[in-house]
């Protein structure tokens, strides 16, 4: 079997981040409670060995006890959500990735220009609630093409289309002509919304799936980017299955497949990628291919909420780094493993 792995595939920076956000707090509090509002980042794994650890996830600020200790996830919060949290006199540290925040500042600029706002996303992600949120009476969600009719538009000329970080680039195309079409004068963004780690990861599987049998994407199935991995392979005529972990893997997934692709959602452990690879050389043999499709180099630093907080513990954050290396894990993993790759260099530019 040839084992083609996609690089980038896995951890963007927001989702880092986020992680290290609620591993910094528990090593700072030390068994003091710590409460998430929503999944810090959509994935079973993450999400249970942070509830192993003893954090608390909650979909309801009512949920947690006044005086305590929040962390909002990385797919941000409406501001109703921040003054409920302000309500209860709860200390927030604000996870949400920076690339969200983006598209919250845009929406609050243009509703404040009195203008109106379509955002193209899916209605109940949780993302798509915390931006519709920051101004509601100005925001309309567009979900496919077929809702562009039901649309309520005072001036065409005072409108423009935002969109949800995660969606399929192609979907999202789709849409936003279809809105062009209807209202010629739309507004696009003043940067592009869709994030670097959305388009990194669904470029390089459109790239690399066309010549495989079978695409296996790791991630959670409420994981909106692993989803449209998926969908993204499956639209280039490939096979492909989302699998949380190697646990659900199928001997029929796999059969008479000569080459698979081997990707993960953003918010996908390196680890759990790591043991679906040695399960598919263990059982099936053959080589293993890295493909660079494109170099990332996007970092976030700890939010200055978090910052914040640390001080009032006396502790420094600049000695705090987050560290990036997936791609170097996953090396000497195969190294320790004594299983041979080699790395095939298709990077097409040098983008986030
Ligand atoms: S997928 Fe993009 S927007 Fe979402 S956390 Fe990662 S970098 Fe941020």
């Given at each position: 079997?040839r084992?083609?792995?996609?690089?980038?595939?896995?951890?963007?920076?927001?989702?880092?981040?986020?992680?290290?956000?609620?591993?910094q707090?528990?090593?700072?509090?030390?068994?003091?409670p710590?409460?998430?509002?929503?999944?810090?980042?959509?994935?079973?794994?993450?999400?249970?060995r942070?509830?192993?650890?003893?954090?608390?996830?909650?979909?309801?600020?009512?949920?947690?006890?006044?005086?305590?200790?929040?962390?909002?996830?990385?797919?941000?919060?409406?501001?109703?959500?921040?003054?409920?949290?302000?309500?209860?006199?709860?200390?927030?540290?604000?996870?949400?990735?920076?690339?969200?925040?983006?598209?919250?500042?845009?929406?609050?600029?243009?509703?404040?220009?009195?203008w109106?706002?379509?955002?193209v996303?899916?209605?109940?992600?949780?993302?798509?609630?915390?931006?519709?949120g920051?101004?509601?009476?100005?925001?309309?969600?567009?979900?496919?093409?077929?809702?562009?009719?039901?649309?309520?538009?005072?001036?065409?000329?005072?409108?423009?289309?935002?969109?949800?970080?995660?969606?399929?680039?192609?979907?999202?195309?789709?849409?936003i002509?279809?809105?062009?079409?209807?209202?010629?004068?739309?507004?696009?963004?003043?940067?592009?919304?869709?994030?670097?780690?959305?388009?990194?990861?669904?470029?390089?599987?459109?790239?690399?799936?066309?010549?495989?049998?079978?695409?296996?994407?790791?991630?959670?199935?409420?994981?909106?980017?692993s989803?449209?991995?998926?969908e993204?392979a499956?639209?280039?005529?490939?096979?492909?299955?989302?699998?949380?972990?190697?646990?659900?893997?199928?001997?029929?997934?796999?059969?008479?497949?000569?080459?698979?692709?081997?990707?993960?959602?953003?918010?996908?452990?390196?680890?759990?990628?790591?043991?679906?690879?040695?399960?598919?050389?263990?059982?099936?043999?053959?080589?293993?291919?890295q493909?660079?499709?494109?170099?990332?180099?996007?970092?976030?630093?700890?939010?200055g909420?978090?910052?914040?907080?640390?001080?009032?513990?006396?502790?420094?954050?600049?000695?705090?780094?987050?560290?990036?290396?997936?791609?170097?894990?996953?090396?000497?993993?195969?190294?320790?493993?004594?299983?041979?790759?080699?790395?095939?260099?298709?990077?097409?530019?040098?983008?986030?």
């Open positions: 079997m084992l083609i792995l996609a690089n980038p595939r896995g951890f963007c920076a927001g989702v880092y981040m986020a992680i290290d956000v609620v591993d707090l528990l090593d700072i509090l030390e068994g003091e710590i409460y998430v509002y929503h999944e810090i980042v959509h994935n079973l794994h993450v999400v249970n942070f509830k192993n650890l003893g954090v608390t996830f909650v979909e309801d600020i009512a949920d947690v006890p006044e005086n305590s200790i929040i962390v909002f996830s990385a797919h941000g919060v409406s501001p109703a959500v921040r003054e409920a949290a302000a309500g209860r006199n709860l200390t927030t540290i604000d996870a949400t990735c920076p690339l969200v925040t983006k598209v919250h500042a845009e929406a609050i600029r243009y509703a404040k220009r009195g109106q706002i379509l955002l996303g899916h209605h109940d992600h949780q993302e798509i609630i915390g931006t519709r920051e101004a509601p009476d100005s925001i309309q969600v567009v979900d496919s093409v077929d809702s562009i009719a039901s649309l309520n538009v005072d001036d065409p000329a005072k409108l423009i289309y935002l969109t949800q970080t995660t969606l399929s680039m192609d979907d999202a195309s789709t849409i002509d279809a809105l062009k079409k209807e209202f010629p004068g739309i507004n696009s963004p003043p940067s592009e919304d869709i994030c670097y780690a959305t388009t990194n990861r669904q470029r390089a599987v459109r790239v690399l799936a066309p010549e495989c049998d079978v695409v296996l994407v790791v991630g959670s199935r409420n994981s909106s980017n989803l449209r991995l998926t993204i499956e639209a280039t005529g490939t096979t492909a299955f989302l699998i949380d972990d190697v646990e659900e893997l199928s001997a029929a997934m796999v059969k008479n497949a000569e080459s698979v692709l081997v990707t993960a959602g953003a918010s996908a452990p390196e680890d759990l990628v790591q043991s679906l690879i040695l399960r598919l050389i263990q059982d099936h043999g053959g080589v293993i291919e493909h660079d499709i494109f170099h990332e180099s996007v970092e976030f630093g700890l939010p909420t978090l910052k914040k907080f640390m001080r009032t513990r006396d502790i420094d954050p600049e000695g705090r780094r987050i560290t990036m290396d997936d791609m170097a894990s996953t090396n000497r993993f195969l190294d320790d493993h004594g299983i041979p790759y080699s790395v095939v260099d298709l990077t097409v530019s040098a983008a986030g």
